[in-house]
């Protein structure tokens, strides 16, 4: 734990990416090779199950530390994280050890389903034998709360540098539904190593577009297709696999058996990159229709008639067993579309539609995605490959402007890591007659600035205390931006948005001009078609605050 508690501290004390490049190619060269497999999967997000919960770690931590509980909770609402408040409140180790990574994290692993005993023997003991920054990326562990400052892309491109393998090889080879806990170094690093077969390509990511399209040059350079709001996908078909990757590398085959049947079809060695939405016979549904289907493991039927999934290709990164990533995108496009093509009728696979032509009439198709059940269009170059991850000028995200709302500040929560002394999380209310009905939260569109005024603010005119939230003074009034807002019986509201961020603090405003209850539920229609929206009958007031609002 001494020589990745090194590999942290470095990475933590410096921004230049370059420094952070050679620290981890380093650590690459030189770790265990054990330890090597868990770093990467921690960087690649894959950490290891919780076996102990946030309440024990609390409890356990005060007892250790010779503090109340009471006294442990203002400290962490100070700190504002768990891991920093018990490496900090713990006393010196008595005796230090040394155990490698790959063993505290399988020593972790081991511990779930235990009793809270063995548990508890098991973290006092490894709190008091290692020292403060190993205590520390210890509890981080045990939290899940793992984070170390350093993209995908960045330790992909140190552990290229590390093995001499080139940095798109690496970056392939690293995806797939590995396990750590399975996996030897050589496994990832080295030619048909894990998951070969059903391994999918990296993603090809955009960037927003925040200037004017004419700024791309002619349009004629371009294409344009719909921005989809659905689930991104790649489907591989393999000789002896056949699997279906999100693009957080979830492997989601069994979530979406109506494609099965594509496994008949499509030609050995093919791969197709493209959107998995809710198809509504000859056009997509709402993200919501397909969001009942996120998370579950098996889709009953009546759900699969409902919101039968469909795959919207826009891509084609293999053929015939051949990459073609490196082939110009309307090459590509032109092999894609006679692919589909020659595919019988009835498949839910079908090509995503495309546009040329010039700004003008690209602008006036934008403005009517919201009606295709999308966000904006997709611009893409001609003549651009088929990059890994996101490399700004080929491919550009050419969104609708959000949907906007002025509601007013209720409740306020503290941040965590470098925020955790400012009051960064806020609950907001729309109005509905003379009552304010909670309705969404937000936390992200502030500067740190802005964020400290309101926390001197806060201190001022909080009403109540539930733990680390206050009720105050319904008087701060926000723009709140979404991209999408749909019916919700779990909220007081009845209604949930997708991606609210504050986008600028209305000090312009008072509270009796925020927008109604009424007015969301209006654009609900708009948006869902619904012909009806009803209004909530079981709201009981704002205090105590629904979890689900807070």
């Given at each position: ?11 933590d004390a ?5 420094e952070?490049?050679?620290a ?28 102990v ?9 005060a ?16 700190a ?5 408040t018990i ?7 008595t ?21 809270e005993?063995?548990?508890r023997?098991f ?10 920054d190993?205590r ?9 709360g ?38 030897r170094?050589?496994?990832?690093t ?13 993603f ?7 200037a004017a ?10 294409l ?11 489907i ?6 056949f699997?279906i990757?999100?693009?957080g590398e ?18 050995p ?12 016979g000859t ?10 289907r996120i ?15 469909h795959?919207l ?10 990459d073609?990533r ?15 093509a ?17 700004w ?19 611009l ?10 996101r490399?700004r000028g080929d491919?550009w995200?050419?969104?609708l ?7 007013v ?23 509905d ?9 937000a ?31 319904p ?10 807002i ?38 609900l ?20 605050p ?5």
């Amino acid at each position: 734990m001494k020589r990745f508690a090194a590999l942290f501290n470095a990475l933590d004390a410096t921004t230049k990416t370059g420094e952070k490049t050679a620290a981890l190619t380093q650590y690459f060269r030189t770790a265990p090779e054990a330890d090597r497999v868990w770093t990467i999967a921690l960087l690649s997000g894959r950490r290891p199950k919780r076996a102990v919960n946030a309440t024990e770690l609390r409890t356990w931590a005060a007892e250790a530390a010779g503090v109340p509980l009471w006294l442990f909770e203002e400290s962490y609402n100070v700190a504002g994280d768990l891991a920093e408040t018990i490496a900090r409140l713990l006393p010196l180790p008595t005796h230090e050890t040394d155990p490698s990574l790959d063993a505290t994290i399988r020593a972790l692993i081991a511990l779930t389903g235990r009793h809270e005993a063995e548990r508890r023997a098991f973290v006092s003991a490894s709190w008091a034998a290692l020292g403060p920054d190993e205590r520390f990326l210890f509890n981080k562990l045990l939290t899940g709360g793992f984070r170390m400052g350093v993209s995908r892309g960045l330790m992909t491109r140190a552990l290229a540098q590390a093995t001499g393998v080139e940095e798109a090889v690496m970056a392939h080879r690293l995806m797939g539904d590995w396990d750590p806990a399975r996996t030897r170094f050589a496994d990832l690093t080295q030619e048909g190593g894990s998951e070969g077969a059903a391994r999918p390509y990296p993603f090809a990511l955009a960037s927003p577009l925040e200037a004017a399209p004419e700024s791309l040059g002619p349009a004629t350079d371009w294409l344009a297709e719909w921005k989809w709001d659905g689930i991104r996908g790649q489907i591989i078909a393999r000789s002896g696999a056949f699997a279906i990757w999100s693009r957080g590398e979830d492997l989601i085959t069994d979530r979406f058996p109506e494609f099965a049947p594509l496994q008949d079809h499509l030609p050995p060695g093919t791969v197709l990159d493209g959107e998995i939405v809710a198809w509504g016979g000859t056009a997509p549904l709402p993200f919501a229709d397909l969001q009942k289907r996120i998370g579950r493991k098996t889709v009953p039927k009546k759900l699969l008639a409902e919101a039968p999934g469909h795959f919207l290709a826009y891509d084609l990164l293999e053929s015939d067993g051949i990459d073609l990533r490196d082939t110009p995108l309307a090459q590509r496009r032109v092999r894609l579309e006679a692919l589909l093509a020659a595919l019988p009728p009835g498949l839910p696979l079908s090509p995503s539609p495309v546009a040329l032509g010039d700004w003008t009439a690209l602008t006036s198709l934008r403005a009517g995605a919201r009606d295709r059940m999308a966000e904006g269009l997709m611009l893409k170059r001609l003549s651009s490959p088929y990059h890994t991850g996101r490399k700004r000028g080929d491919w550009w995200k050419w969104k609708l402007d959000p949907f906007t709302v002025d509601a007013v500040m209720l409740y306020a929560q503290a941040g965590h890591g470098r925020r955790a002394n400012l009051f960064t999380d806020f609950t907001f209310a729309v109005r509905d007659g003379n009552d304010l009905v909670p309705f969404t939260k937000a936390y992200s569109g502030l500067t740190d600035a802005e964020f400290a005024e309101i926390t001197r603010w806060v201190g001022k005119h909080t009403l109540e205390r539930f733990g680390p939230v206050r009720r105050v003074v319904p008087e701060l009034v926000f723009e709140i931006g979404f991209e999408g807002i749909q019916a919700s019986p779990r909220h007081k509201s009845g209604i949930a948005l997708r991606f609210p961020r504050m986008l600028r603090w209305r000090q312009d405003k008072a509270v009796d001009e925020i927008d109604t209850l009424d007015g969301l539920r209006d654009l609900l229609r708009q948006v869902s078609g619904a012909a009806d929206v009803p209004a909530d009958e079981g709201r009981t007031g704002a205090l105590p605050p629904d979890p689900q609002d807070i």
